[in-house]
């Protein structure tokens, strides 16, 4: 299809949805100083950009509009990334410019037209944009979606997006389509009393390697105390390490976000590690809270790491303003 048909199909007032695979710096960039880059992206495009959310090395950018918008969105994007190609080199000693190189996320069975029969399809797009156009062969993880990666000029990207929405929009995808998401970076693992658990959701865990030896305590009658438990687990027996107390101060302004809506994050963080906590009422003239902390050892150092996440959580909230949403 010739750009200029392309052009004309582009002002069709066709609402699409076109989803983008990124890597950390990348999202940095689109995001921009406390989402201003991605705030004027939105604005000045008029297409909704979403980022998906969780500690993945990777995230799914999710652009939807009429056509024209996913266009003008497109163009913000690669113009964004040629800049920051731009500031790269300034700083280092090569002299020809590496291509801007984006990866759309596509249902497989859209990639059967996009390659086109023998490859016609995709060997035209190529010719006619000038951009480098690669469908992989293998389908993304635990999904029916296949990575299509396109580099080149910002302009020759742009043009090769708008015959890859013609694409789409003429034949629509087969089947239902298992979208691909990313995998978060992997767990941490916090040691507790000797434990070693992970974070999943809202509970922590015992990990795996630690649950046979947890089996074998059991099999010993070695009374082991399930987090948010304070009784032992056997009956009679209680040989738990003894309560123990510690305090921490917490500046007034951020209380509020350990306490969460209506007590829910600090009630949380007392299910999760089995400590009891409690928070002092504020004293006049002082800038400051005491918490304390009361429970085994191990109780103790989980409730802590909890409200250090929680600290990290909130922090990070604030320096990626497109997570609002998850506290």
């Known amino acids: 299809m010739e750009p200029s048909k392309v052009q004309s199909e582009g002002g069709l007032n066709v609402t699409l949805t076109i989803r983008l695979l990124m890597h950390g710096k990348a999202i940095g960039s689109i995001i921009g100083k406390k989402g201003e880059t991605v705030k004027k992206m939105r604005e000045e495009s008029a297409a909704r950009i979403n980022i998906s959310e969780g500690n993945c090395p990777e995230r799914i950018v999710t652009i939807t509009g009429p056509t024209d918008a996913i266009f003008k969105a497109f163009a913000m994007i690669a113009y964004k990334f040629e800049e920051d190609i731009i500031n790269s080199m300034s700083n280092s000693p090569a002299t020809s410019k590496p291509p801007v190189t984006l990866r759309l996320v596509v249902p497989a069975s859209q990639c059967g037209s996009l390659i086109g029969k023998g490859g016609s399809k995709i060997k035209e797009m190529r010719e006619s944009t000038g951009a480098q156009v690669q469908v992989a062969g293998d389908m993304l993880p635990n999904s029916t979606e296949r990575a299509v990666t396109i580099s080149g000029t910002p302009d020759a990207i742009i043009q090769c ?16 389509t298992i979208p691909y998401r990313p995998k978060p970076a992997s767990t941490p693992v916090i040691f507790s009393g000797g434990q070693a658990y992970t974070i999943q959701g809202q509970y922590a865990i015992p ?29 009679g027996l209680d040989a738990s390490p003894p309560a123990s107390t510690h305090e921490l101060t917490i500046p007034n302004d951020l209380i509020g976000c350990i306490i ?5 994050k600090i009630n949380e963080i007392r299910q999760m590690s089995g400590a009891q906590i409690k928070i002092a009422n504020a004293m006049e003239g002082s800038s400051e809270r005491q918490i304390t902390i009361t429970g085994t050892p191990a109780n103790i150092s989980l409730a802590q790491y909890l409200i250090n996440a929680r600290f990290r959580d909130v922090a990070a909230m604030w320096n990626d303003p497109s997570s609002m949403t998850t506290s």
């Not at 708008?162 to 003429?170: G, S, T």
């Not at 969460?260 to 829910?264: E, H, I, L, Y």
Request: proline share 14%.
């Open 161 to 176: 997006v708008k015959q890859i929405c013609v694409v789409m929009l003429e034949s629509p995808p087969k089947g239902a």
């Open 260 to 264: 969460g809506r209506q007590g829910t």
């Open 207 to 235: 990990h795996p390697d630690q649950l046979t030896k947890l089996h074998q305590l059991a099999m010993q009658q070695t009374p082991f105390t399930p987090l948010g438990q304070t009784t032992p687990a056997f009956p």
